[in-house]
């Protein structure tokens, strides 16, 4: 009866987990807290002593309690007693997603409580589901203070108006339960799901009345909201002063787009479901700083080593600072940065990129096994936008792409010849298809995938 009123009140079950969780372990909740506001006071050394202590900490836990730490350490010959500064841990190898998939039992301590763990799954941007546990004394909670830390360096104040769609989905499809009310943060919680070509205007009607002061958004559905402003002349929120994405690649193309759209600045931060690696985006010029108090990050090139020169592309590796029973130590994400030797001049210490593209799985191989980026993906359709809901690029074979098209009207020849002419500008290494489909899919929290990447790709080979 009390978690469903919870539920009612909060308006999913993902924040009834929030508020449980802060009431079970606050403890944990408020020494996050508490660190949080001594963050931005630290200085390089404070960090580099942080680390040192958290990565000790946990690296003596999972030896001595963590069965697959435990094996890992005795096979490569590290011993905890071996780490005396925090670079050493680049002696550990690395965790990926397929290590995590097949141990993930054996990835937490033999004798703990079932109450302090929760199992998880995640498919991210492979699409390839990954099991994994967090632990609850130090997740959604913890989690969550670290997200209002970021979104108040851009404005945001407790219980402001917020328009949230990040991966809410309720159990029907119906108009009453696209969206639900989140009283005590003052939030309208409104489904990523069931945005649609059918449906958006009936959104953008139910943001305008409720005139929330940001949106917090996965960035393709902020990107069908812009473009239906903009193509219908939409007027706009009157409070709106911001829009906070997350959770996918904004690519420059969109950002700029939802900006046009809405009026507004559009800003992101980084994070991941495994809640390793946390990473906020600059207010006010390109980049993200990585948040050293929540994870200690490494980025690497594809010859193994940490990334030194500025503008050098590397591989984010973090190892999460919360977490307790459940550590992942030297995560290899797979998702790919371009490293910066210039952090912002009161954050000395603290690791910066100037930009995050994604994925590896988010990147093409042309005909002759080079990997190129995506960036450019959009400028192919910029002739023909108008008839087109949205993309989706599949690559299966090297130097060839299928490009499906979810259309709002018939192309033309002339349509054809014009993105043809465009692949050829931007992409002259591939063959490319185009197919007509009715309807794209998004994954099961409402994401949408601009790429379908089936080639195995990896920096570090």
């Not at 492979?126 to 970021?150: C, E, N, W």
């Not at 812009?226 to 929120?237: Q, T």
């Not at 009161?346 to 005909?367: C, L, M, P, Q």
């Amino acid at each position: 009866m009390m978690m469903s009123l919870f539920h009612k009140i909060t308006g999913g079950a993902k924040y009834v987990e929030i508020f449980r969780d802060t009431l079970l372990f606050g403890k944990y909740y408020i020494k996050a807290r508490r660190l949080i506001g001594k963050l931005d006071q630290m200085s390089e050394n404070d960090i580099k002593n942080y680390h040192y202590a958290r990565l000790k900490n946990i690296i003596e836990y999972s030896y001595d309690n963590i069965p697959y730490y435990n094996e890992l350490f005795n096979k490569v010959g590290f011993k905890p007693a071996d780490f005396r500064k925090p670079e050493d841990i680049k002696h550990i190898p690395y965790l990926t997603r397929d290590i995590i998939s097949e141990n993930h039992e054996r990835l937490v301590p033999a004798k703990i409580h079932s109450k302090y763990l929760k199992r998880s799954v995640t498919g991210g941007s492979t699409g390839k589901p990954m099991v994994f546990y967090l632990d609850r004394r130090t997740s959604s909670h913890v989690d969550f203070a670290y997200q209002l830390y970021i979104w108040k360096r851009v404005g945001y104040k407790f219980r402001d108006k917020c328009v949230v769609m990040r991966g809410d989905t309720f159990d029907q499809a119906d108009g009453k339960d696209f969206w639900r009310m989140n009283h005590p943060m003052n939030w309208l919680i409104m489904s990523s799901l069931w945005i649609n070509k059918d449906t958006v205007s009936s959104y953008l009607e139910k943001i305008r009345i409720f005139d929330p002061k940001f949106l917090i958004i996965y960035p393709s559905n902020a990107y069908i909201l812009a473009r239906h402003v903009k193509e219908r002349n939409i007027p706009l929120c009157k409070s709106l002063k911001g829009v906070i994405c997350s959770s996918e690649t904004l690519y420059e193309w969109q950002k700029q787009y939802i900006e046009k759209g809405f009026n507004v600045p559009v800003y992101s931060y980084y994070g991941l479901s495994e809640k390793c690696c946390l990473a906020s985006g600059f207010t006010d010029s390109v980049g993200y700083e990585f948040i050293p108090t929540y994870c200690y990050t490494e980025i690497v090139n594809g010859e193994g080593n940490e990334c030194a020169s500025d503008g050098e592309l590397g591989n984010i590796v973090c190892t999460g600072l919360n977490s307790i029973a459940a550590p992942l130590i030297r995560y290899r994400t797979n998702d790919v940065a371009v490293f910066s030797t210039h952090p912002r001049v009161n954050h000395a210490g603290w690791k910066t990129v100037k930009e995050i593209r994604g994925r590896i799985s988010e990147f093409i191989v042309d005909k002759k096994g080079s990997i190129i980026t995506f960036t450019c993906s959009d400028e192919i359709f910029w002739q023909v936008i108008g008839k087109i809901n949205a993309y989706q690029y599949v690559q299966v074979t090297l130097g060839r792409l299928l490009i499906r098209l979810e259309i709002n009207q018939p192309l033309a020849d002339s349509d054809y010849d014009s993105m043809k002419r465009n692949v050829a500008a931007y992409y002259p290494e591939f063959e490319v298809e185009f197919t007509i489909v009715g309807n794209i899919p998004r994954t099961r929290i409402g994401k949408f995938r601009y790429l379908i990447q089936e080639l195995p790709i990896d920096l570090h080979t």
